[in-house]
């Protein structure tokens, strides 16, 4: 009986830890999509700013925007 009920529980466990790993894989490929749909709307702002206004105030935007907008 108590090799059952073990049984039992570690299946259940397994299921939970796999539904678990679901719930955080989906969290993270929706913040993922969010991040790409982001960088995909800054590009006609990134063509508005010229790199030589990107070197000439550097401080003024933030350092991912500026690698981006000049990657890109």
């Known amino acids: 009986m108590l090799r059952y009920l073990n049984l039992f529980l570690s299946l259940l466990l397994s299921v939970l830890v796999l539904n678990f790993l679901q719930v955080l894989l989906l969290s993270v490929e929706k913040a993922l999509s969010f991040f790409v749909e982001m960088l995909v709307d800054l590009?006609?702002?990134c063509h508005r700013l010229h790199p030589h206004y990107l070197n000439q105030f550097p401080t003024r935007h933030p350092?991912?925007?500026?690698v981006f907008c000049l990657t890109s």
């Open 43 to 45: 590009r006609p702002f």
């Open 63 to 66: 350092l991912w925007l500026q």
